[in-house]
T-cell receptor, first 112, second 110 residues
Framework: DAGVIQSPRHEVTEMGQEVTLRCKPI?????LFWYRQTMMRGLELLIY????????DSGMPEDRFSAKMPNASFSTLKIQPSEPRDSAVYFC??????????FGSGTRLTVV | GEDVEQSLFLSVREGDSSVINCTYT??????LYWYKQEPGAGLQLLTY?????DMKQDQRLTVLLNKKDKHLSLRIADTQTGDSAIYFC??????????FGKGTRLSVIA
């Protein structure tokens, strides 16, 4: 079991550019979560999916953020256009059942 | 909405016990969790407790739950330098997403 796989591990981009973060959940896990971690705000839930369907995207900060899950083994989080305040570590997690989240190693995004 | 609060920092000497505290507001919480985050890594589940329990022990870890006061604690016995990390308290009800505290940074002094 390779765990939850996120790519890239690090991303540095210029303000205004499009950024796409990728996540491969654990096979058989039916829920997927995108979180953002910053020093000031801690871990914030951005959006989550059950069985590939977005359930709650109320945590997505602005229309610049969008997420998709075209199939059970892949999800993307896109920021377009990116801004310096989007700099953070973005985590993907998956689970099956009421507990037992497994987190990926995260993508550290820096927007300059 | 739900809220989970933790103190931000804790410093202990190697070999001592560490106690990390957490309070939460959601009275319908079903499960409460402790996660550990080491530098540059994701969060790793340490242990969890079901809301109808008041204690759970797993090797050096002891979780205490006071449901009346909505207070959760994690005790690490014989704390080692490898225990230095950020510890997150989290809760949920059934299949809802986890709500995390801001994390407690544990520093272990040799």
């Amino acid at each position: 079991d390779a765990g939850v796989i996120q790519s890239p591990r690090h991303e540095v981009t210029e303000m205004g550019q499009e950024v796409t973060l990728r996540c491969k959940p654990i096979s058989g896990h039916n829920s997927l979560f995108w979180y953002r971690q910053t020093m000031m705000r801690g871990l914030e839930l951005l959006i989550y999916f059950n069985n590939n369907v977005p359930i709650d995207d109320s945590g997505m900060p602005e229309d610049r953020f969008s997420a998709k899950m075209p199939n059970a083994s892949f999800s993307t989080l896109k920021i377009q256009p990116s801004e310096p305040r989007d700099s953070a570590v973005y985590f993907c997690a998956s689970r099956t059942g009421p507990h037992g989240y497994t987190f990926g190693s995260g993508t550290r995004l820096t927007v300059v | 909405g739900e809220d989970v609060e933790q103190s931000l920092f804790l410093s202990v000497r190697e070999g001592d016990s560490s106690v990390i505290n957490c309070t939460y507001t959601d009275s319908s919480s079903t499960y409460l969790y402790w996660y550990k985050q080491e530098p540059g890594a994701g969060l790793q589940l340490l242990t969890y407790i079901f809301s109808n329990m008041d204690m759970k022990q797993d090797q050096r870890l002891t979780v205490l739950l006071n449901k009346k006061d909505k207070h959760l604690s994690l005790r690490i016995a014989d704390t080692q330098t490898g225990d230095s990390a950020i510890y997150f308290c989290a809760e949920n009800s059934g299949n809802t997403p986890l709500v995390f505290g801001k994390g407690t940074r544990l520093s272990v002094i040799a």
